[in-house]
Each structure stands twice: as C-alpha cells, then as structure tokens.
C-alpha cells in the first residue's frame, strides 16, 4: 500500500509538472496573441503635426479638419496623445476634405512619425500631394417644369466657377434644397438625378466639370383628410385655427411647419408631430394625421438669485395657458429685490439697502375674435431704487397691444402705453431733495405708442456661436394722446456673434439711441423727455467699470451750473441721462483651461458708451483713448461729455437657467468729482467687481 501511495504521489505530481508547463507555455502564447492584438492600440503622447505640400488650404484650415489636436496654450496642463491605428482615419478625413474641394485625385498619405527631439512625444509628418482642380464649368437643371428656373437655381450653393466635388453624395445639401422647394409645394415624389462629367483642358492643374440636375417632379399632392389624436383638454377648435393646411388643401409641407410652430407657441403641448396616411399615388392624394401631447395648462416658477446690483432677488409666477378651453392665457408675475446701490449725495453709508419689486398682470387672448389677430394686455406695478440719481420712483402701468410676425425670425410688437411716475427724493440724497425744491417735481403722466421690430439670425438664442440679431424700438409719447410729455424715442441695437480661431466666441454690440420733445414740451429742455425715458449707461450689462447708470450729464444746482460748463463731475450732483446714446461692446467668451469640462468659461471684453443731452456735445475729442481724473483746467482731464472705456476680465458658470457670471472691469478714462467751490474732493473708483445672471448683451 505504501508503494502503490508512493506511485499515486508520483504520477500525481508528474501530472502537476506536466500541466503547469502546458499553461506557461500556453500563457506565454496567450501574451503573444495579445501583445499582437494591442500592437497600435496603446497611446502615444502627441508634439505636433507636420503638413507638406498643401498650397490652397491653409495648415490651420487642415489642422481644424483632424479629430487629434496638437498641445495648446488652451490646455496648459493637458497632454495631447493619439492611437497610431487611427492615424489612417485622420488621413481619410484630410482627403475627403480636398475631394469635396474640387481636388478629385488628391493624394494623402503619412511620411513618418518621429521622436520629438526635446522628448516631449511623436511628431506626425502628413504628405499631401494636391493635383489638378475640378470647378464647375456648366450648372443646369432639367425638367424644371412647372416651375422657373431662376428658383430653382436659388435654391443652390454650389454654381459655375465654383469647386466641383468627386463624389455625387457630397451633393446632399443641393439635393436637399431642391427637394424641400418642391416639398413645400406638395411635390412629395419628385425625384432628382445629379449626372455629372469631367473634361481636361490646356492647364494640367485644371479639370472643368458639367453637372446635370434632372428632375421628375410628380403630380402636386393634396390633403384628403385631416385627423387629430391627443387632444384630451384641448378644444378642437383651437388646433385647428392655428393650422396652415385644410382638407381638400396642397400638402405643403412649408405650411405643416408653420403649422408645427403655431400650435407649440401656443404652451398647450409639449409635442407636436404630423404624419402621412392612407396615401393614393393615383390619385395624388393623401390623409394627414396629427398628434399633439398636451402639457398641464397651470403652471407656478420660484426662484431666487443674487447680484451686484439687486443684491438678492426672490421671484415668482404662477400662470394658466388654457382659460376656460379657450386658449387664453393668464400670468401673474412678480419680484421683489434688495437694492444696495451707492445714494448720490448721501451723508451715510453709500451702500443703503432699500426693498423695490415689480407685480405684472399679463393676459393673452391669441385670435382676437376668432382672428389671426392676438391680444396682448399687462398690468404693472414697479417701484425702483435709483441711487445714481437720488430718486425712488413708484410706477404704475397699462399695455394694450398685438404682436405678428413679418418673415422668418422677424417679429413685430405694436403696443398703447399708459404709465404714471411718482418720483421722490431718497432720504439720504440732500442733492436730489434740494432739486426737488427748486423745480417742483411732481407725479406724470406718459402716453403713448411703441412699435418694436426684433429680427433673430442667431444659431443658438440661449448660447449663440453664430449669427446676428437686430431689434429697434420706435415710441411715440404725447400729442393726441395726452399725458405730460410729449417726445420722439429711437433706440437700435446690433448684436453679432463669431468663432475664432483660437476657439470661443466673439460677441459685439453697438447700440444707438435718440429721445427729442417736440409741442410744448420743447420749452422744457431736456426734460421735454420724461427721466424714464432718457438714456443711461454704465453698469453691469452697459459700461462696466462704472457705477450703475452714472455716466453723462447730472442735474445741477443753480450754484454748480457754471462748474458743470465746464464738463467737470459734481460730487453732489445726481445722474440726469441723456437724450442721446452710444453704447459699443466686444467681449471674447472662451473656454477656460482645465474647468472647461465643469461649464466654466472666462472672459475678455472691451466697452465704451456714454449719453449727452444734446448731439452738439458729441464731439470728436471725446473718443481720445485715455483721459484723466485731473482738474478741468488739465486739458487731460476727463469730462461729463467723454466717451467712456473700460477693460475686464470674467468668469461664466453655465447652468441651465443661463449663464452666472463674475466680472471685473477697470476704467481706462476716470473723471475727479469736485464740490460746489471747484476742488477736487475724489474720483470714480479704479476697479469694479460684478455678479449676475445672464449674458450682459
């Protein structure tokens, strides 16, 4: 028994021997096999990218084609690295980039890859060998009928003279555009056939290329019958006033767009979608089926923010969207804030609290008695804080009106405004009690009409990288219909949005404005204008760099009127606005290093703007680039009628209720405040710091 255990012992152990080695040697060709499958997978650190033999596109214009990116001052802190099995995908790209250029024999390909010699990682060297270039020598259309061929021919980018793509699929916005024009006139089974050829010509570096669209459009479709699913809360009625197509109708699928973006604006549903049935390619007809996802019609909002100039907010709103089922549509709002703005001519702390808000009624009926005419109504109630100019101001107003739209992304606002002012001194402003005094300020009325235009080219209305918007603001106040005042006011604004090379977006803004009175309203000089309905600037979302509307001129005291002649700023005196505005922005938004990933972006911008009471003191002297807070015997003194700047820096939290934003700005043209004898007592401040929500333009 001991032999046969010591046998066991023996051809078990041989056994172990045996099978330890089949693993190791299994193993090691196991290593081998996955060695082989990772050869090109590992990352490599990235120096840089080298191009060679690109003339026509810039080594910038390609780089910006790769998905793999070279080290940047952007990223201080990030190491660049890329797989060596996707340089090939890099190089398609590149290629696909020429073809679609015109270059259809384009030839990319990779030279080497090299050991940077400071050691910082591989340098990709990328050959690129152009050839001769394809343009368009002839651009028709067949089969155009039963339409002209001028628009159809508008309809198209890509025309003689023009480079002509190698692959007929590159052609998909062509095609897509020539389809959508006869969509939108109820061809929905046009076909389009691109043919294209090529020719040589005497210069070897130049191919002309015909291309044909031939087009069989079909017969134009109708609507047989409509039907709409979904409506549990909402009359049927009102889905479909608001529809742009009728049974026995062209099935235009222009007019189901519009259709789609009525019945959203109206806030009754969350989704709309429309599709085709029961189609009868015969007969050319085909049923149109709608289906809407209500939302709840009651709704409530509460929120709460922070600032640097309403310190702390507390806001609310409660509303219905569907009145009774007749779409009508019911809001009350309102705001109540902390104001801690700096008092002109206080004795006390300048940062004093004072509680203001805002309560509005609106009320909306959307067709006007069945109408394509809407109704728009509000009722406010404001009473506001304005420290710059020593006043409290408790507003009471009525807006009647109807807003339409005159294209795409062109709205137009008609609108009656009646609007009482009560303003009285703040406590703490012995300047603004005094004018008081002297000018017998008293409650008044205004009256009038306002017109508003707002034209949106943006891509994107909350975080534009793209595009422009243009909005003017026509009112009308006094004559026949009454009130205190009776004026003229023109304020427009330009807004531009642009990438750059560098990355992040480039935002500017030019506004301009003009108030004039007119009647006997004229005798009153520049209050001829009512003060709610002058110019102001300076601030957070103006000039920033200083105090909330405290630029331009101020409203003196007999005894500071000749000092002021001078252009000089009064300690004591309280902002006045002005009767005309120009306001200029530029502002770089950037991703900020690093905290990118998090929604942080920071900020560069440059600002200049400024208001005067009349445009003989817009003067060419008053755009020099710097000035100083001297005594206004310097000839480099800053005075009332310099247009202002200012240089900052800022930081920007996205958040899904917009932007929150940090922002610093230094004057670059600071005025010395002088008192009723002409000394100089101080100047405006240095530096400004500013938090809020929202992009300032």
Aim: aromatic fraction near 12%; glycine fraction near 10%; charge should be neutral.
């Amino acid at each position: 028994m001991q032999g046969k255990s010591a046998r066991i012992r023996l051809n078990v152990c041989h056994y172990l021997w045996l099978l330890s080695f089949l693993l190791t040697s299994c193993g090691a060709r196991l290593a081998v096999a996955v060695d082989e499958l990772d050869y090109g997978l590992e990352e490599h650190q990235l120096a840089g990218i080298e191009l060679r033999g690109n003339s026509t596109y810039t080594v910038q214009e390609l780089k910006s084609i790769l998905q793999i990116r070279e080290p940047s001052w952007m990223r201080p802190l990030s190491v660049p690295r890329y797989r060596p099995d996707l340089i090939d995908t890099q190089l398609r790209l590149l290629q696909r980039f020429y073809q679609q250029g015109g270059f259809h024999q384009v030839a990319v390909s990779l030279d080497s890859i090299r050991v940077d010699p400071e050691d910082r990682g591989d340098i990709i060297y990328i050959s690129i060998v152009e050839g001769p270039r394809t343009m368009f020598a002839r651009v028709a259309i067949i089969g155009v009928e039963p339409f002209a061929e001028k628009d159809l021919r508008k309809q198209l980018q890509l025309l003689e003279g023009m480079p002509a793509p190698a692959d007929l699929n590159h052609l998909g916005r062509e095609l897509y555009a020539l389809r959508s024009f006869y969509w939108e006139r109820a061809y929905l089974e046009v076909k389009i056939d691109p043919q294209m050829t090529t020719e040589l010509t005497e210069d070897p570096d130049l191919f002309l290329a015909d291309l044909e669209y031939h087009i069989t459009p079909g017969k134009p479709y109708t609507i047989n019958r409509i039907f709409i699913k979904g409506n549990e809360k909402t009359h049927l009625d009102l889905i479909l006033r608001e529809l742009r197509v009728e049974e026995g109708g062209a099935y235009s699928w222009k007019a189901i767009d519009e259709s789609h973006r009525l019945l959203l604006e109206t806030s009754l549903f969350r989704d709309v979608s429309f599709t085709s049935a029961n189609v009868d390619s015969a007969a050319g007809k085909a049923d149109l089926n709608i289906l809407v996802v209500e939302r709840r019609p009651a709704f409530y909002e509460l929120g709460a923010g922070v600032g640097s100039y309403e310190r702390v907010r507390v806001l609310g709103a409660w509303g219905h969207n569907n009145l009774f089922g007749t779409g009508r549509r019911l809001t009350l709002r309102g705001k109540v804030y902390w104001n801690a703005e700096a008092i002109v001519g206080s004795d006390v702390d300048q940062r004093q609290p004072e509680i203001n808000y805002r309560a509005d009624i609106l009320y909306v009926n959307p067709h006007i008695r069945g109408s394509r005419f809407q109704l728009d109504t509000q009722l406010y109630l404001a009473k506001v804080t304005r420290g710059s100019s020593g006043l409290i101001i408790t507003t009471l107003g009525f807006v009647i009106g109807t807003q339409f739209r005159s294209g795409p992304g062109v709205f137009n606002t008609v609108g009656l405004n009646f609007e009482e002012n009560d303003p009285r001194p703040h406590p703490d402003s012995k300047s603004a009690q005094e004018l008081f005094e002297q000018n017998d300020i008293d409650k008044s009325q205004i009256r009038s009409v306002v017109h508003t235009l707002f034209i949106d080219k943006r891509d994107n209305i909350f975080n534009p990288f793209g595009g422009s918007q243009y909005s003017t603001q026509l009112e009308i106040g006094g004559g026949p219909l009454g009130g205190d005042h009776s004026f003229l006011r023109l304020d427009g604004a330009w807004h531009g949005y642009k990438n750059t090379f560098l990355g992040g977006v480039l935002a500017f803004r030019l506004r301009v404005g003009a108030a004039k009175a007119y009647g006997d309203s004229r005798e009153r000089g520049i209050d001829g204008v009512p003060y709610e309905r002058r110019f102001f600037a300076g601030g957070a979302s103006s000039v920033r760099g200083f105090l909330e509307r405290s630029l331009g001129p101020q409203a003196s005291t007999a005894e500071s009127d000749s000092l002021q002649a001078t252009g000089a700023l009064l300690s004591e005196d309280p902002a006045r606005g002005g009767n005309y505005l120009l306001l200029s922005n530029i502002e770089w938004r950037f991703p900020l290093p690093l905290l990118s990933r998090w929604n942080f972006n920071g900020v560069l911008f440059f600002d200049g703007g400024n208001v005067w009471t009349s445009i003989k003191d817009l003067r060419w002297e008053a755009f020099r680039l710097r000035s100083y807070p001297l005594p206004p015997s310097d000839p480099d003194a800053t005075r009332v009628w310099d247009y202002r700047y200012s240089v900052g820096v800022g930081v920007r939290l996205n958040t899904p209720a917009g932007p929150f934003r940090f922002d610093v700005g230094w004057p670059l043209k600071r005025a010395a405040f002088l008192n009723p004898e002409g000394e100089v007592v101080g100047a405006e401040t240095s530096v400004l710091y500013y938090f809020s929500l929202g992009y300032p333009f």
